[in-house]
């Protein structure tokens, strides 16, 4: 089937420096590409999306960045704060069949 | 505004015994509605979806079962708990193809 690699599993980065964490699908239908956030015991909600028509998304700290032709999309979290750590899922849509592909998230850790 | 509840928050079940998970969704008609398994460790796993009243679409086999038996409501369900069903079960609804997903706050689930 489908698949969604998340390629960092854990990442450290200091409080003020950027954090990006890449992923790459297979599906060449895919063309809704959304972000979520999982804080520690809690649920998942949506930051932030991009969809295959444009390459460059930004609101406010974050950035998502998508490249169709190497099937590779980019979450890129400026300024970061003690906050933002959880753990943050990627996901690509084929939106015409209801296949929504999670990746198997990152681990972001901020270091005061 | 929508919201979604899930119940019950945690559950703790022996192998063998049935289960029933319910999620209802307010202020939305007709919403696509979804379930998810989240097992330790972070991997999302698509289980059901259902776009209508009394159709709901399997998109793994974990011998669970889904209904939807009324517009606001999807229910998970089992007669015979597995260990490997342990977990965290996350309902999830959608505006439609191509859009994010709003979570419920889930359901906690370990069967020993």
């Known amino acids: 089937g489908e698949k969604v690699e998340q390629h960092e599993s854990t990442l450290s980065v200091r409080e003020g420096d950027s954090a990006v964490i890449n992923c790459t699908y297979t599906?060449?239908?895919?063309?809704?590409f959304p972000w979520y956030k999982q804080e520690a015991g809690k649920s998942l909600h949506f930051v932030i999306d991009?969809?295959?028509?444009?390459d460059r998304k930004q609101s406010q700290r974050l950035i998502v960045l998508l490249d169709k032709k190497a099937k590779r999309f980019s979450l890129h979290i400026t300024a970061t704060q003690p906050e933002d750590s959880a753990i943050y899922f990627c996901?690509?849509?084929?939106?015409?069949?209801?296949?929504?592909?999670f990746g198997a998230g990152t681990r972001l850790k901020v270091i005061a | 505004a929508q919201t979604i509840h899930q119940w019950p928050v945690a559950e703790i079940k022996a192998v063998g015994s049935p289960l029933s998970l319910g999620c209802t969704i307010k202020?939305?008609?007709?919403?696509?509605l979804y379930w998810y398994w989240q097992a330790t460790g972070g991997t999302l796993q698509q289980l059901f979806y259902?776009?209508?009243?009394?159709?709901v679409e399997s998109v793994v086999q974990l011998n669970l079962s889904a209904s939807r038996p009324k517009d606001d409501q999807f229910i998970l369900s089992t007669e015979k708990l597995l260990l490997s069903h342990s977990g965290f079960y996350l309902c999830?609804?959608?505006?439609?193809?191509?859009?994010?997903?709003?979570f419920g706050s889930g359901t906690r689930l370990l069967v020993i």
């Open positions: 999830a609804w959608g505006r439609g193809l191509g859009s994010d997903y709003t």
């Open positions: 599906d060449t239908a895919s063309s809704y």
């Open positions: 991009i969809r295959s028509n444009v």
């Open positions: 996901a690509a849509v084929n939106t015409g069949n209801y296949k929504y592909v």
């Open positions: 202020g939305k008609s007709s919403p696509n």
């Open positions: 259902s776009i209508t009243v009394g159709q």
